[in-house]
C-alpha cells in the first residue's frame, strides 16, 4: 500500500473517532431581555423578582421532547439545559416563575440542530406576559404593511415599497433589500410561501420569496381589469390568491372584476384565471379568505371600502362558481374582520363602538350567519382596529380610532371557546396612526412602527 | 517546523525551582507556535485569586458604591459558575453570596436578596453571620429565611466521571452524592488530565443530570506530564493517543546552579542558561534553535520524518478506534442547550 493510502485510511478512521465523539454537542444560547425604558418600568425587567426558569424544548407543532424539561433556580446567569436528541423544527422555550406563578415567557425561532451544530443560534427573548416592551432599537424604517415569516424572522413588505429582511436576533435586525415593490401595491401573504404585492397602476403581480428574491412578476389581461383599491385575499396553505374589484381605468366592469391566481410549487407554473364578476362594485374594503369544512365550501369574504352596496357582504367562490351577496346583519362600516377556522370571521369595533360579532360563512346557499350571543364587547370603543391572529382562534386587538382621537389600548378576544372572552392587555408604547404587528414563528407578535420594534408575548393561546 | 492542521499540546515538566519561568515561557512558545498556524489546545489563562477579588468587590461596598459592587459580585458569580477562577473556594462563593445579598438589599432589591441568602444557607447550612461584618437587615434576613422549610436533599447524578475523578459541589466534596441539598449548585468535576468542568445544577430537578465532557487542555495535559527528562508517562500517552494531538515538550530542570531547557518535538533543541533568566529570552533561545533545526533538515530526513507521521497517526486512529469501542458509549446523540442570562435580572 501507498503512503497515500495509509494517510487516507488514518483520516478515515480518526474522522469516524471525531463523529463518535461529537455524539453530544453543547448548544449556546441566550436569554434575551427587553431594553430597559427610561423609567425602569418592570415590563422592561421581566426576571425582577422570579424566582425559576422552566426550560424544555418542544417540536414545532408544539410536542414536548420527553425529558428536556429542566428547572434553573434564580439568581443565576448561566445554566444547561436537560439534553436533548437531535432534530429539526425544534424551539427553545423558557417560562420565567416566581413560585407557581407565570411572569414572563419566550420562545425561540425553529431551529435544526445536528452533530455538525444547529442551523442558528436559538436565541430565546423572554418578556411579560400581555405586555409591549422594546426589544430593538432599530425600527424598520416606514410603515409596514405586510410580514411574510421566515425560518429567523420576516420578509417585510413597506408603504414606500421597500423590502426589508427583519432578523430580530441579529446584529443587524433590519437590512433594506435590492428588491422592491411598487409603492401603491396592496401586498397579501400567501400561506408561508410569498408576499403577493398587485400595483393597480402597473397592472402587476409579483411574488417575493422568503428569502427576498423576486419570485414571479405577472401580467395578464385579467389583472388589467384590477385598478386603484384592488383587494387580494391569500389561501393559509398558499396554494392561491384572489384578487377582487378595485376601480377599473377601462370600460365596462368597473370595480366588480374577480381574479384568481393558482400558485402551485412550480413557480414557473403560476396561473391567472378571470372569474365571474362580483354583483356589485367595491373597492378598498376587507378581502378574506374563509376555510370551511371542506374545499367546497371555501370563499372570499368581502367587507366595508367603497361601493354601490358598501353595506353588504360579498361572498366569492374561489373556485369559480360565482358571487352572492349576503347581509351581515350588522353595520360593519370601519370594522375589522379576520378568519378564524371552521368558516368563522371575527368583526371587531367599527361604527358599532365596542362589539365583537362572529360571523359564520354558509357556502350552501351562500350566506351568513350572526352567531348569538355574540363575544364580549370591547372595552374600548374604536373604528378600524389593527388585528394579529394568533393560532388557532386568539385575536390581538391593536389600537383604532376614537371620537378622532388614537386608541392606545390592546385587547385580546379568545374564541377558542363559544362565546368567547375578551381582555384588556397593555398599552401600546405610544398613539400610532395605523399600528401593523407582524406573528411570527417565535411565538410572539412584533409591533413595527417608525416609533420603535415592540414585541408582545401573549398570554393565551401558546 | 511545519504548520500543523492537527492540535498540538506544549507540555511543560519542569522543577519545581523554575516552573513559573517555564510556563510563562510555554506560554510565549505557544503564542508562536499559533501564529505560524498550529492549532494549539487552549490553556487556562491566570486569573485573579478569588479572595482578592472579593477584597476589591468588598472594598467597593463598603465606600457605598452599592451599584458597582452589585454589578461586580454579579459578575464574580458568574465567573464562578463557568469555572473560570478555576475550582470554587467555598469560602469565596459564600462570601460572594452574602455580599450579593447585602447589596441587593441596600438596593431594595428584596427578591434577590433572599435569593442568594436561600443560596447561602444551601452552601453552608450552619452559617452564622459576624456582627461585625454584616448588617442587622442580612442577620435579620438570614434568620427569617433560615426558619422557613428549606431545601429537599435529592441525589446528584453524574455521569462518565473517569477513574480518580472528583465531584465538587460549591467547591466541597460532598459527604454523600445521595443527600445533596437542592437548589443552584454549582457542580465542578476535577479528574486528573482533563480540564475542569463545571455546571450549575439543581439536583432536585429529577431530569438534572451532570454528564462529565472529558476535554483536554494543555494544562490539564500538564499534569500527568511526570518529571524533566524522564520518558513520557504512559499516562500521558494513553491520553494523547486518542486525541491526535502532536505532544511538544518542553522540560527544565536545574542542575548545578543553572537550568537546563530542552525543547522538544521532533528536534530536540537543548539550552542552558542562568536561573535568573526571563522566560521571554529562554523562549527566544529555545525558538530561535527550533527554527534553525528546521532548516538545516535534510530532503530525506523530511521524508523520513513524513513517514513517521504516517506510522504514528495510523497508530493514533488505531487507538482512537479502540478508545471509541471501549468508551463511545456515551449516551444517545443529541444536544444540551448552554444559556447565559444576559442584562440585570
Redesign the interface.
Known amino acids: 500500500m501507498s503512503?497515500r493510502v495509509?494517510?487516507l485510511?488514518?483520516?478515515l478512521?480518526?474522522g469516524?473517532?471525531g463523529a463518535?465523539?461529537r455524539?453530544?454537542?453543547?448548544?449556546?444560547?441566550?436569554?434575551?431581555?427587553p431594553l430597559?425604558g427610561q423609567d425602569g418600568a418592570l415590563d422592561d425587567?421581566p426576571?425582577?423578582?422570579?424566582?425559576r426558569l422552566r426550560?424544555w424544548?418542544e417540536r414545532r407543532d408544539g410536542e414536548r421532547v420527553d425529558?428536556?424539561?429542566?428547572?434553573?433556580?434564580?439568581?443565576?446567569?448561566?445554566?444547561?439545559?436537560?439534553?436533548?436528541?437531535?432534530g429539526e423544527d425544534l424551539v427553545?422555550r423558557?417560562d420565567v416563575l416566581?413560585g407557581d406563578t407565570l411572569l414572563a415567557r419566550g420562545r425561540s425561532f425553529p431551529f435544526d440542530?445536528t452533530?455538525r451544530g444547529?442551523s442558528e443560534t436559538?436565541d430565546?427573548f423572554v418578556s411579560s406576559l400581555g405586555r409591549f416592551a422594546r426589544r430593538l432599537a432599530e425600527t424598520a424604517g416606514g410603515h409596514v404593511l405586510a410580514a411574510l415569516p421566515t425560518q429567523n424572522g420576516a420578509i417585510l413588505a413597506r408603504a414606500d415599497g421597500a423590502l426589508v429582511r427583519f432578523s430580530p436576533a441579529a446584529t443587524i435586525p433590519f437590512e433594506t433589500l435590492a428588491t422592491r415593490i411598487e409603492a401603491d401595491a396592496r401586498v397579501a401573504v400567501v400561506g408561508e410561501r410569498y408576499l403577493a404585492a398587485f400595483s393597480a397602476s402597473m397592472k402587476s403581480l409579483v411574488l417575493v420569496g422568503p428569502d427576498g428574491t423576486l419570485e414571479r412578476t405577472l401580467t395578464h389581461a385579467a389583472l388589467e381589469r384590477h385598478g386603484t383599491g384592488a383587494m387580494v385575499a391569500a389561501s393559509p396553505q398558499g396554494d392561491a390568491l384572489v384578487i377582487v374589484g378595485g376601480l377599473a381605468d377601462t370600460q365596462g366592469e368597473d370595480a366588480m372584476s374577480v381574479t384568481r391566481v393558482d400558485v402551485p410549487e412550480d413557480v414557473g407554473a403560476v396561473s391567472v384565471h378571470p372569474l365571474a364578476s362580483l354583483p356589485s362594485t367595491r373597492s378598498s374594503g376587507y378581502a378574506v379568505w374563509v376555510e370551511g369544512s371542506s374545499p367546497e365550501n371555501v370563499r372570499v369574504l368581502v367587507l366595508g371600502g367603497l361601493g354601490s352596496a358598501a353595506g353588504t357582504a360579498l361572498l366569492v367562490d374561489p373556485r369559480g362558481a360565482g358571487s352572492a351577496t349576503a347581509l351581515p346583519g350588522v353595520d360593519v362600516t370601519n370594522a375589522t374582520p379576520t378568519a378564524l377556522t371552521g368558516g368563522q370571521v371575527l368583526l371587531v369595533g367599527g361604527a358599532a363602538g365596542n362589539d365583537v360579532r362572529l360571523l359564520v360563512v354558509t357556502a350552501s346557499p351562500p350566506g351568513l350567519v350572526l352567531a348569538a350571543p355574540a363575544p364580549p364587547a370591547l372595552s374600548v370603543a374604536r373604528s378600524a382596529p389593527a388585528l394579529v391572529r394568533f393560532a388557532p382562534e386568539v385575536v390581538l386587538v391593536l389600537g383604532g380610532t376614537s371620537g378622532g382621537g388614537l386608541v392606545r389600548s390592546a385587547e385580546l378576544v379568545d374564541m377558542r371557546e363559544f362565546p368567547g372572552e375578551t381582555v384588556q392587555t397593555g398599552q401600546l408604547p405610544s398613539a400610532i396612526t395605523q399600528p401593523f404587528a407582524a406573528y411570527l414563528r417565535d411565538g410572539s407578535a412584533w409591533l413595527l412602527d417608525v416609533s420603535g420594534t415592540f414585541a408582545y408575548v401573549p398570554p393565551r393561546g401558546q | 517546523m511545519p504548520a500543523s492542521s492537527r492540535p498540538v499540546a506544549l507540555i511543560v515538566r519542569a522543577d519545581v525551582a523554575v516552573r513559573d519561568i517555564a510556563e510563562a515561557a510555554a506560554r510565549e512558545l505557544t503564542a508562536r507556535l499559533e501564529s505560524r498556524g498550529f492549532v494549539l489546545l487552549p490553556r487556562t489563562p491566570p486569573r485573579e485569586a478569588q479572595d482578592a477579588v472579593l477584597a476589591r468587590i468588598e472594598a467597593t461596598f463598603f465606600a457605598l458604591e452599592t451599584e458597582r459592587a452589585l454589578g461586580d459580585v454579579?459578575t464574580f458569580?458568574?465567573q464562578l459558575?463557568?469555572g473560570e477562577h478555576g475550582v470554587v473556594s467555598p469560602d469565596a462563593l459564600v462570601r460572594a453570596l452574602l455580599l450579593?445579598a447585602e447589596a441587593s438589599a441596600a438596593a431594595s432589591?428584596g427578591?434577590?436578596s433572599d435569593?442568594?441568602v436561600d443560596?447561602v444557607l444551601v452552601a453552608a447550612p450552619g452559617i452564622e453571620l459576624d456582627e461585625a461584618r454584616h448588617s442587622p437587615v442580612l442577620r435579620e434576613r438570614l434568620a427569617a429565611r433560615r426558619a422557613r422549610p428549606g431545601p429537599a436533599r435529592c441525589a446528584l447524578r453524574v455521569e462518565d466521571v473517569p477513574e480518580g475523578g472528583r465531584v465538587l459541589v460549591d467547591g466541597e466534596v460532598p459527604a454523600a452524592r445521595t443527600h445533596v441539598l437542592g437548589?443552584?449548585r454549582i457542580v465542578q468535576i476535577v479528574a486528573p488530565g482533563y480540564a475542569l468542568e463545571t455546571?450549575?445544577?439543581?439536583p432536585c430537578?429529577h431530569?438534572?443530570?451532570v454528564?462529565f465532557?472529558g476535554a483536554r487542555t494543555a494544562d490539564s495535559l500538564d499534569a500527568l506530564a511526570g518529571e524533566p527528562f524522564d520518558p513520557v508517562p504512559r499516562a500521558l500517552s494513553e491520553a494523547l493517543a486518542?486525541l491526535?494531538v502532536d505532544a511538544y515538550f518542553l522540560d527544565a530542570r536545574v542542575t548545578g546552579g543553572r537550568v537546563v531547557y530542552r525543547f522538544s518535538h521532533v528536534d530536540v533543541v537543548e539550552h542552558e542558561t542562568s536561573l535568573d533568566t526571563p522566560a521571554t529570552r529562554v523562549a527566544d533561545a529555545l525558538d530561535e534553535g527550533a527554527r534553525a533545526r528546521a532548516d538545516e533538515e535534510t530532503r530525506s530526513a523530511r521524508r523520513r520524518r513524513?513517514?513517521a507521521i504516517?506510522?504514528s497517526?495510523?497508530g493514533?486512529?488505531?487507538a482512537?478506534?479502540t478508545?471509541?469501542i471501549v468508551f463511545?458509549p456515551?449516551?444517545?446523540?443529541?444536544?444540551?442547550?448552554?444559556?447565559?442570562?444576559?442584562?440585570?435580572?
Do not use: M, N, W
Request: charge should be positive; include cysteine; glycine fraction near 10%.
Open positions: 503512503a495509509h494517510v485510511i488514518a483520516l478512521l480518526l469516524g473517532c463518535a465523539r455524539s453530544r454537542i453543547d448548544l449556546p444560547f441566550r436569554v434575551r431581555q430597559r425587567r426576571l425582577a423578582g422570579a424566582s426550560t424544548v425529558g428536556s424539561e429542566r428547572d434553573v433556580t434564580l439568581p443565576t446567569s448561566t445554566f444547561s439545559l436537560a439534553p436533548a436528541p437531535f427553545l423558557v416566581v440542530v452533530a444547529p436559538p430565546v | 454579579r458569580l458568574v459558575e463557568r450579593l432589591d427578591a434577590a435569593a442568594a443560596r437548589g443552584a455546571y450549575v445544577v439543581d430537578d431530569e438534572a443530570t454528564t465532557a486518542p491526535g513524513r513517514a504516517i506510522a497517526s495510523v493514533v486512529a488505531t482512537a478506534v478508545t471509541g463511545a456515551r449516551g444517545p446523540d443529541g444536544f444540551r442547550g448552554q444559556g447565559t442570562i444576559e442584562g440585570e435580572p
